[in-house]
Nanobody
Framework: QVQLVESGGGLVQAGGSLRLSCAASGSIFPYNIMGWYRQAPGKQRELVATISSDDISNYADSVKGRFTIARENAKNTVFLQMNSLKPEDTANYYC?????????WGQGTQVTVSS
């Protein structure tokens, strides 16, 4: 079992920045993929960005050039640096750990961008 604890959400004005962190604990396998997904009210959960243990990253088109995902394997932690935030980035952001068919989710952290 893998537990995920997120931090770093909050309220920011459009054009501002936030940094999310997610720490994983429990039965962590050496190779895994961690990432961030988000869900706005009335919408489906969507991919934001993922990064593998060997630093291969993947981004949603809507955040490319504005968001950067990184990880610190020694601490089983993944970060999401969000710059040039837009009101449409407002959502609950969820950390995800995946290995093979196993998925674990964090509780979510709210990001609100005011115009």
């Amino acid at each position: 079992q893998v537990q995920l604890v997120e931090s770093g959400g909050g309220l920011v004005q459009a054009g501002g920045s936030l940094r999310l962190s997610c720490a994983a604990s429990g039965s962590i396998f050496p190779y895994n993929i961690m990432g961030w997904y988000r869900q706005a009210p009335g919408k489906q959960r969507e991919l934001v960005a993922t990064i593998s243990s060997d630093d291969i990253s993947n981004y949603a088109d809507s955040v490319k050039g504005r968001f950067t995902i990184a990880r610190e394997n020694a601490k089983n932690t993944v970060f999401l640096q969000m710059n040039s935030l837009k009101p449409e980035d407002t959502a609950n952001y969820y950390c995800n750990y995946r290995r093979g068919g196993f998925n674990s989710w964090g509780q979510g952290t709210q990001v609100t961008v005011s115009s």
